[in-house]
């Protein structure tokens, strides 16, 4: 029997079913990097928040298959923050850190092994500096991974600093861009600074990779390569 990894998160590490369209989340690319002895399972979501998550059932859901043994990565925190929406916003310091806790819990009592990783970081940046808005969230996550002793992926820390490094144009490839007049759903092109394109999803699971191999983590030993 493989080992088995959940993803468990938002749009950015979600599974696309147009794959004539360039949006990837990074855990759709990811195991590609990976022995086939790990099954990755992604049952993150578009548009989720811990909050959604847990309200239509989906937490549940991987409660209902998890076994014991088995690894769930979770990563949240793009529309935790979104104050305008109910039904989604987590707040930073209240219901964020408390729902996190439960997801943790709830893991563990199915002795399964949570990990905890922090959001990606969007390409926004004001004249040449990157404006880091999801950071007060991604330490959130670190504190809460520190309570819980568990091991903590900090990809917001290491993709907000290489889209820093890239500068505006260099890490343009790596989100969505797309032209106008290729796509029905856009039929003016789109420009979108939060979503990876194919590129953008392999360097983040790549990021992801190396730091299990830097971590020495468990996982580790299932990694196949590093670069595709």
Request: charged share 20%.
């Amino acid at each position: 029997m493989p080992a088995k990894l959940y993803l468990v998160g938002d749009s950015t590490m979600s599974d696309k079913t147009n794959l004539a369209y360039p949006e990837r989340g990074w855990g759709q690319l990811l195991p590609d990097f990976m022995l086939p002895q790990l099954q990755v399972i992604n049952l993150a979501a578009n548009g989720r928040s811990t909050l959604r998550f847990l309200n239509e059932g989906r937490w549940q859901m991987l409660l209902d298959e998890l076994q014991a043994g088995d690894y769930v990565l979770i990563q949240f925190g793009h529309n935790d923050q979104k104050q305008d929406d109910p039904k989604r916003y987590a707040g930073v310091n209240t219901r964020y850190p408390q729902l996190l806790q439960q997801f943790i819990r709830e893991v563990k009592a199915k002795a399964a092994i949570p990990l905890l990783a922090s959001s990606i970081c969007r390409r926004n940046f004001k004249g040449k500096t990157l404006v880091r808005d999801l950071a007060a969230y991604a330490a959130q996550a670190k504190q809460q991974a520190d309570l819980a002793q568990i091991d903590f992926f900090d990809l917001q820390q290491q993709s907000c600093d290489l889209w820093q490094e890239l500068g505006p144009q260099g890490s343009q490839p790596y989100f969505i861009q797309v032209p106008a007049g290729l796509y029905q759903k856009y039929p003016q092109g789109k420009t979108d600074n939060t979503h990876l394109s194919v590129q953008g999803a392999v360097k983040v699971a790549q990021l992801f990779v190396l730091e299990l191999q830097k971590q020495q983590h468990a996982l580790a030993k299932y990694v196949y390569r590093t670069k595709l």
